[in-house]
């Protein structure tokens, strides 16, 4: 069984690699990829310290009284809280390793990661097995946790 290492430059975009980890569940589930598809995420820091991200706005509480005067829920005024930038280069390193009779598979999904969303804006590299840096690839990723 040949393995593809492909992987996507983020940057420091963490909004951006969250949504491609949601879409990779995704494909997982429905194309039932469950270990012929993984995926690592690599982070280098760059060594700049993190800057604080502002305190969210607490939401304000209320009573709301029912029928039987029971407490009602806590009401809240902001909008869902976006992802931070982050201050590391993150990197999405996948691995297909689908076996031989499952070409076309293979294919649909090669064809399809560029033309998708969260993989279109971002740099992308294809690693088949017989190409150079396949072998420091596979070990890095091994590496990672």
């Known amino acids: 069984m040949a393995h593809i290492y492909l992987t996507f430059d983020f ?4 909004e951006k690699a969250q949504q491609a980890r949601h879409k990779l569940e995704s494909w997982k589930q429905a194309f039932r990829l469950d270990k012929k598809m993984l995926y ?3 982070r280098k820091e760059d060594g700049v310290a993190p800057e604080a991200a502002p305190a969210a706005p607490k939401g304000k509480t209320g009573k709301a009284v029912g029928s039987r005067g029971t407490k009602g829920k806590v009401k809240t005024d902001h ?10 280069d993150i990197k999405l390193i996948l691995r297909l390793a ?4 499952e070409k076309f598979t293979e294919q649909q999904l090669l064809k399809r990661f560029p033309v998708e969303e ?3 804006s971002v740099a992308s590299k294809t690693i088949r097995e017989a190409e150079a840096g ?6 890095h990723f091994q590496e990672l946790a």
């Open 11 to 14: 940057g420091n975009d963490e």
């Open 40 to 42: 690592k995420f690599d």
């Open 79 to 88: 909008e869902p809280a976006k992802l931070a930038p982050s201050t590391a």
């Open 98 to 101: 689908l076996p031989n009779h």
């Open 118 to 120: 969260p993989f279109r």
């Open 134 to 139: 396949y072998t420091e690839l596979d070990s």
